[in-house]
């Protein structure tokens, strides 16, 4: 008698399918871990040099809109486009990241820089866990924190011209917590999208999975900084 084939049983082919997210989402947090790296090492060279600074803060809003170009082409092309693109697109981005950010390093005392990125990367990594570890469906949560996300741009726009701190800091903490959900449900929606991926290549779909959480982490960061962080 031939031993039992248990090679496609629905327990073996649900533990491949989580050993593939598990090597997918390593890829992703790899990836964002490099764009982050990329950022804060170029934000600080260019804040640590007289010169560097000089050249760069009078193109900071072209920076800022070339950057806000790059993540919207992404946005539209990135489950076309091969995995280099990809590469490039998203390190590009954060290159100009850390151009315009270099400006948070002459505003904050640095130990509050560091404050705020400990505090970030806590907030994100328990967030991220939960996301993976989480039974419930994470779903529902995406109107939501759509809704509150706009009324968070809004708020932005508002405030710059009223210039109230209230309104500065209300919107500040509902950022957190915006991003903070987001965290968990982009990391949950992740893993749904590489076990149906339509993406042309592994690769890309990682990619576009580091610069979704690489923008949870930096909003997160920057609206902290806002809240506890020390003026120079």
Not at 19 to 38: C, I
Not at 111 to 132: C, E, K, L, P, R
């Amino acid at each position: 008698m031939r031993n039992p084939d248990y090679s496609y049983s629905p327990t073996a082919s649900a533990v491949l399918a989580e050993e593939s997210a598990r090597s997918f989402m390593q890829r992703v947090y790899w990836w964002m871990s490099v764009g982050l790296a990329l950022t804060g090492g170029i934000a600080w060279v260019v804040a640590s040099s007289q010169q560097l600074t000089a050249m760069v803060l009078p193109y900071y809003f072209p920076l800022l809109l070339a950057e806000l170009a790059v993540v919207f082409l992404f946005s539209f092309i990135q489950s076309k486009v091969s995995g280099p693109v990809a590469a490039a697109m998203f390190l590009l981005y954060a290159v100009l990241s850390g151009l315009t950010f270099s400006v948070i390093f002459l505003v904050y005392e640095l130990g509050s820089v560091g404050s705020a990125f400990a505090i970030t990367a806590g907030t994100f990594g328990a967030m991220s866990v939960y996301g993976t570890v989480t039974k419930k469906d994470l779903s529902g949560w995406g109107s939501f924190l759509m809704m509150g996300l706009i009324g968070i741009i809004i708020a932005g726009i508002v405030n710059i011209f009223v210039q109230s701190d209230m309104l500065g800091f209300v919107k500040s903490c509902a950022a957190v917590l915006i991003f903070a959900g987001l965290t968990a449900y982009d990391t949950q929606k992740l893993r749904q999208y590489h076990a149906n991926s339509g993406y042309s290549s592994a690769m890309s779909l990682a990619i576009s999975g580091a610069l979704m959480l690489y923008l949870d982490f930096v909003n997160l960061f920057l609206n902290i900084l806002r809240l506890m962080g020390r003026r120079r």
